[in-house]
């Protein structure tokens, strides 16, 4: 039997698990990315397995908040005025899909999407021999008043249509859970059986190792064009290493997907959505499970290298420089809710990263139309660290001919 070879763009999350379920189809695997495993936006996230996360990161309610925090520039949602025009046939996109038949529907595709995320991740870290960074831990949301807890009410409702339960407790009880919580806190949603990894780079780079000895090849190189040849790509011209020939080709390239799709004439909506994290090793706050706060989307996730609070959407494209006063910020919102958080020092980082957001929520998985011997797997979003190891499954049993356990027309490249 001929071994067909697989080669994979992107070293995140998404191509390091599509690279590991090849591989366990018999693929010969590269994986090529001009920055090292686990550097880009799969380095700095919340770490959280988010799979009860079902509906959709913008719903027609959230839109109605959307003007308030675009009053503040260091607020949670921001763009760079300059930037709107161009990323303008996104948010149209954005507004079509906030409608509640929309809503729905995304909400379906994305619980259909979390249904193995925690088995499919346990099977790359377990083979890693790196399975305990991955740990079984509730998360807490936190609310200042009743108006808040309830104007949440129609998102823990989609929730528990889909399975997933949530516990109302009064701030006394958030506070016994989690002594560090401040006396500000009206009352908090418990939702139990999350999992959470203790350092999501670390654990892209130890899959990464094991892709790499079972034989496979990470090539640090830049992918500047795809060749073409016929309806098949024959190629890429690599910035430092010429040309590089494809078998097949996947394209989990993170927010840089939708250039190299056009390179085959397929259009994707896809933007950077940057976010931020700030990481305290001299937090002075102990934590034992992830929290997030009702004001401000984000999170405060306990992790091994110290406290890492992460979050904020700032649409700005690709290449503007990063404006860390908004990693700043996360400090301030979560200090109202942590009162003993001492304030950064030496030890103290920043960083931005950029989600690849679609304006649906949802990823692109599956074959192009354009190529016959090219898939994707990009536009993860707020979700990439959840859904990437699925993705890469569903990748290779794609690639293999094999049937997948969802249905995966939702995810079809051509939607756009
Ligand atoms: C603040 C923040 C918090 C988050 N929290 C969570 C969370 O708790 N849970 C969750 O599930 N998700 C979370 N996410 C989202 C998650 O981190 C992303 O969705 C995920 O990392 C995307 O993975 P990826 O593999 O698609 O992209 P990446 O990790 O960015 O990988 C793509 C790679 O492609 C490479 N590349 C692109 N173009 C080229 C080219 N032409 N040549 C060579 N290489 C190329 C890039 O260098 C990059 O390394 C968060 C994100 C942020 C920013």
């Not at 992107?10 to 010969?28: C, D, K, P, T």
């Not at 090539?219 to 098949?232: C, F, K, M, Y």
């Not at 860390?324 to 003993?340: E, I, S």
């Amino acid at each position: 039997m001929t071994q067909h070879s697989a080669t994979i763009i992107g070293a995140g999350i998404v191509g390091i698990s599509a690279a590991a379920f090849l591989q366990r189809q018999g693929y010969s695997v590269t994986v090529i990315d001009r920055v090292p495993p686990g550097e880009g936006c799969s380095f700095g996230n919340a770490g959280g397995l988010a799979f009860s996360e079902v509906v959709p990161t913008v719903h027609s309610r959230m839109l109605l908040k959307v003007p308030r925090w675009l009053m503040d520039p260091l607020g949670p949602l921001t763009i760079r005025w300059s930037y709107l025009p161009k990323a303008m046939p996104w948010f149209m996109a954005l507004a079509r899909n906030s409608l509640p038949d929309r809503v729905k529907a995304i909400t379906a595709a994305r619980a259909d999407l979390a249904l193995r995320v925690v088995s499919d991740f346990e099977t790359l870290l377990k083979a890693a021999g790196t399975a305990d960074l991955i740990g079984y831990r509730d998360t807490l949301r936190l609310y200042d008043s009743e108006a808040q807890y309830l104007a949440e009410e129609p998102e823990r409702q989609a929730k528990r249509e889909h399975g997933f339960e949530m516990k109302r407790i009064s701030g006394g009880e958030a506070r016994e859970l989690e002594p560090a919580i401040g006396s500000s806190v009206h009352c908090g949603a418990f939702h139990g059986g999350w999992y959470f990894l203790a350092n999501p780079g670390r654990a892209v780079k130890s899959i990464a190792a094991e892709v790499v000895r079972n034989g496979g090849v990470i090539l640090e190189d830049d992918v500047l064009s795809i060749e073409r040849d016929g309806n098949r790509v024959s190629g890429l011209r690599l910035k430092a290493g010429g040309r590089h020939s494809i078998d097949r080709l996947v394209v989990c390239a993170g927010a840089y997907s939708h250039l190299l799709a056009r390179q085959l004439g397929e259009k994707v909506l896809l933007e950077a959505e940057r976010g931020y994290h700030m990481l305290l090793p001299n937090s002075g706050v102990s934590l034992s499970r992830s929290i997030t706060y009702a004001r401000t989307p984000g999170a405060a996730t306990p992790m091994e290298m110290g406290l890492r609070l992460a979050g904020t959407d700032e649409f700005a494209g690709l290449d503007a420089a990063p404006d860390y006063r908004r990693a700043d910020a996360l400090w301030t919102q979560f200090k109202a809710v942590l009162p003993g958080l001492r304030p950064p020092d030496h030890e103290t980082t920043r960083w931005m990263g950029r989600r690849p957001g679609t304006p649906d929520s949802l990823p692109v998985i599956g074959p192009s139309r354009a190529a016959a011997n090219v898939w994707y797997g990009f536009g993860h979003g707020h979700m990439g660290l959840t859904w990437g190891p699925s993705t890469g499954r569903l990748i290779a049993e794609l690639m293999t001919g094999m049937k997948s356990n969802i249905d995966l027309t939702p995810f079809r490249v051509d939607r756009f």
